[in-house]
């Protein structure tokens, strides 16, 4: 357990990654590989014309400050951030020496202080002497550094611009401070803004920025010490994934720290671990974003609850942005796994009834989906999304199948797989999706931070629910609609409940720290649930608009959650390495017990007629229990991730 004082960081740490075609080289070319890596070393340069990125054309601004003065004097208002500088130059070493995919001469470190490693003072020593350029890092040095940037650089290359330091919310305006900055005037910061706009300018056409800053507002009574060659199928898993993406090391308000024994803030050497192979690739072999963010966000929690004391709750890191660029490679695998068979669903011996409720749709990201009678163990419908798939619904009632993950939700009748009502676009990714008990209304939420109910008959639209309260904070990701059809949850940054048929938003549901993942409604309408990044789910009464008891404590992110049919049990899926499914008592928020021991469940479902439990894997298979005794009942196996289950 780390012993020494802590030191709180006060940030935020993002990445926004625009097409990123990052490869982790771990060592020189022809090199073996180190049993206890997971990424491996990527001979040579790009020598394909065809290839979409030349290391020659990228080019790279690495910035730490670790101490502040006003007027030429130390500051009495800012303390210092003792790694700050550490996490520039281990950035820069390892994007620059390491990765290869900025030479050195494109590398630009501005350093307001000195590393306080060895080893990134021998790393500094390196990139100097292989050509790459330092400066301080006073304000008018920053601004024409940032400036210079934008016009470096290639048509086939990587911009990279790292931030280390203080940042200040003056008169509502987000700014970061250089190492002569006064605090109260934002024409002498670098307004984040103004960052952004120079980087999406630039000539570069893959950009990536992170951004190690505040999150709170500035106190000034008091300090912040308290506070190489690409591969084909690389490149190929790089083609169509655009946009951009934001990690953050704290939600809105939160904490960051500084370790002091690995002497480096805790997001950047949680991330620095990921993208040398700490993370869980998939099924090709490849590290993405994703996995980088997953391997993040559980290690920041893990350390603040070794480390930070106990009456504060661990809030792990945030997330904003499209969907699809979580698939956004970053490491390669020299051998990757073979990917799992695209094989027929093999269930178990079943019994020939086949009562109400259980029909089950299984959707697969690959955008597959099967209908099957779970009973008898019969396939009833196969339908192809035509593109990945993100969420997908099932409604008895009206056999209507709803999915989501392009702009625009899709209506299938399940029993033809011909395409229904046409519905309207989303500004972004549609993430999650819901149909109401009757089937009357469609329920679609989006990564442009809104959710709509659409009429089921027509296709038009009922009700937008604006994201009024989240401001510009992550976009929504999950969405629940109650039994009765009157009330809808949606969960972003946070869980907000609304007047389905109204359009007004009734108030947040207090509790999970952190961006929520999954939402639900209990069956009489009176509880939701939620899960997500902090490693909890979380019971909320509907009437109260409060949290109920205590957070359901998880060993992974919180993925999936749902009430069983008599809304006394909840059951739910995590990215844990072990116990993935958990099935808890809801009058006491205890343990029942591990409904599915595997790792990295992604999606749960309970049938409405109480019968049976499924769970669906990252590793694309899924299970379906009987609920009464827990017993495995059938299994089938897909070629890529289950991303929903849906009884009906």
Known sequence: MHSTRRHRRFALAAITALALPAVVALAPPGRAQEATRGAVALSGAVAREDLPFDPADSVGLFVGVRTFELDGKPSQILSDIPYAVDDAVDLAFAFSMELHLIPPCGVTLCLGGQPQKVESSKRLEQLIGAGAHESPATYMVLRNQVRRLGSAGGPKGLLVLSLATHGVSIAGIDCLLAQDSPTADPGETLQVTWLRDMTAAAVAPRRILFLDTCRRKVKLDRGFDDASRLSPSFSEALGGIE???????????????????????????????????????????????????????????????????????????????????????????????????????????????????????????????????????????????????????????????????????????????????????????????????????????????????????????????????????????????????????????????????????????????????????????????????????????????????????????????????????????????????????????????????????????CSPDGRWMATGGADGCVRIFEAGSGSMHATMQLASPVMSLSFG
């Not at 939160?254 to 690739?281: C, H, I, M, Q, W």
């Not at 969907?323 to 079943?350: F, G």
């Not at 209506?411 to 009757?438: C, F, M, N, P, Y």
């Open 243 to 605: 946009g951009s993406v934001t990690l953050f090391a704290s939600p809105a308000g939160g904490y960051s720290y500084d370790d002091r024994t690995k002497r480096n803030g805790v997001f950047t050497g949680a991330l620095l671990e990921a993208l040398a192979g700490a993370a869980e690739p998939d099924a090709h072999g490849l590290i993405t974003l994703g996995a980088v963010a997953r391997h993040a966000n559980s290690s920041v929690i893990a350390w603040i609850r070794q480390n930070v004391e106990a009456n504060e709750t661990p809030t792990g890191i945030d997330f904003d942005g499209p969907l699809n660029l979580l698939e956004l490679p970053l490491a390669e695998r020299l051998q990757p796994p073979a990917a799992a068979p695209d094989a027929r669903p093999e269930p178990a011996t079943v019994p020939p009834a086949a009562p109400a409720g259980s029909r089950l749709l299984v959707a697969a990201r690959q955008g597959r989906m099967e209908l099957w009678d779970v009973a008898a163990g019969e396939r009833l419908a196969s339908l192809d999304n035509g593109s990945e798939l993100r969420s997908a619904a099932f409604c008895a009632a009206s056999g209507v199948v709803l999915t989501g993950g392009g702009t625009t939700p899709r209506v299938w009748r399940a029993a033809s797989g011909i395409e229904g009502v046409t519905l309207g676009r989303h500004g972004d990714t549609v993430s999650a999706v819901a149909i109401s008990r009757d089937g009357s209304q469609l329920l679609t939420a989006s990564t442009d931070g809104t959710a709509r109910t659409w009429d089921a008959s027509t296709g038009a639209v009922l009700r937008t629910f604006p994201r009024s309260l989240f401001g510009s904070l992550p976009p929504l990701r999950a969405v629940a609609i109650s039994g009765d059809g009157t009330r809808v949850v949606t969960g972003g940054s946070g869980a907000m409940l609304w007047d389905a048929r109204q359009g007004v938003q009734l108030g947040p549901l207090p509790g999970p720290r952190g961006s929520i993942e999954a939402v639900a409604f209990s069956p009489d309408g009176t509880l939701v649930a939620s899960g997500g990044l902090d490693l909890s789910a979380w019971l909320h009464s509907v009437p109260a608009q409060e949290a109920i008891g205590q957070p359901l404590r998880h060993e992974g992110e919180v993925w999936a959650v749902a009430f069983s049919a008599d809304g006394r049990k909840l059951l739910t899926g995590s990215s844990a390495n072990r116990n993935g499914a958990i099935l808890w008592d809801v009058a006491t928020c205890e343990v029942l017990g591990v409904l599915d021991d595997r790792a990295r469940i992604t999606c749960v479902a």
